[in-house]
């Protein structure tokens, strides 16, 4: 096995210290005992950082590669699967997909701020599996608190004064959607097609070649609207989760 490793620690919940492990550039893991020695080594890193602390401890594995060994070493030290999501990439440059705003307005992250963001955000979220229903500003802190994000490609949609659809870019520096939601009263009307026309647009005027985006995999329909889109499966990532 060859490549590097990242040990990362953040704090998600007040009350948790999450840390991740993340292998860079690995292709394959297939000696359970090697497997099941790094785990043993992240833990004792992450404890010995954070000693004394009042945190609860939880663990992740963040994988690009799977293999019978990895899951059977992570079984064996106590992790689970988490979720899984796809990497998916198109070329910004193409041909205009066809698809406008048709009287809706669109308002840049700059000029409007997050509480109308985050309604869209809310509303578009809040039947999916798993919805962490955060407050606002743990949400604007996770999704725009960094140094790529760019609020002149992100963009809110509004039908009259209602935030309709809503989607967040990050440069890094090919161009993420990092994250995109059409409100259920206005789904299955093309706008996901449009957010994702817009951004295209978008991101070759900023002079980016190419768009990334993940998608869980428990998401078919969004997945659907991506592959519509152009946009192709270029890699997954497997995250299990230990506490
Ligand atoms: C995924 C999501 C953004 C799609 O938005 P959308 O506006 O419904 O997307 P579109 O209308 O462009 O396409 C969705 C479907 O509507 C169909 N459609 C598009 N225009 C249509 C129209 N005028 N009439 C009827 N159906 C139409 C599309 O063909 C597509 O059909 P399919 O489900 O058979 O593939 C939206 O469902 C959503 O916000 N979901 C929750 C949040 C989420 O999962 N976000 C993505 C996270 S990765």
Request: aromatic residues 12%; negative net charge; contains cysteine.
């Amino acid at each position: 096995m060859h490549g590097a490793l990242r040990v990362r620690c953040f704090a998600p919940r007040e009350d948790e210290l999450l840390s991740q492990l993340e292998w860079v550039g690995v292709t394959d893991v297939t000696s359970r005992d090697f497997l099941q020695a790094l785990l043993t080594w992240y833990e004792a890193v992450v404890e010995q950082h954070w000693e004394p602390a009042r945190l609860r401890r939880a663990f992740r594995l963040a994988t690009h590669v799977e293999s019978p060994e990895l899951v059977d070493a992570l079984r064996a030290s106590g992790y689970a699967f988490s979720h899984a999501e796809d990497r998916m990439h198109r070329e910004a440059e193409g041909p205009p997909s066809g698809h406008g705003w048709e009287g809706l307005v669109l308002d840049a992250w700059s000029d409007v701020g997050v509480p109308l963001f985050f309604e869209a955000y809310h509303a578009s979220f809040r039947d999916r599996p798993g919805f962490p229903n955060w407050a606002q500003a743990r949400w604007a802190d996770a999704f725009s608190g960094y140094d790529s994000f760019r609020p002149d490609l992100s963009f809110l949609v509004r039908d009259g004064d209602l935030p309709v659809a809503f989607l967040l870019a990050a440069v890094d520096p090919q161009c993420w959607v990092v994250q995109m939601g059409v409100v259920p009263s206005h789904r299955r009307r093309g706008l996901g097609a449009t957010l994702l026309e817009e951004i295209r647009q978008r991101a070759s005027g900023a002079g980016c070649r190419d768009l990334m985006l993940s998608v869980n995999v428990d998401n078919p329909g969004a997945r659907r609207v991506y592959e519509r889109a152009g946009y192709t499966r270029v890699g997954r990532t497997t995250v299990y989760r230990k506490g």
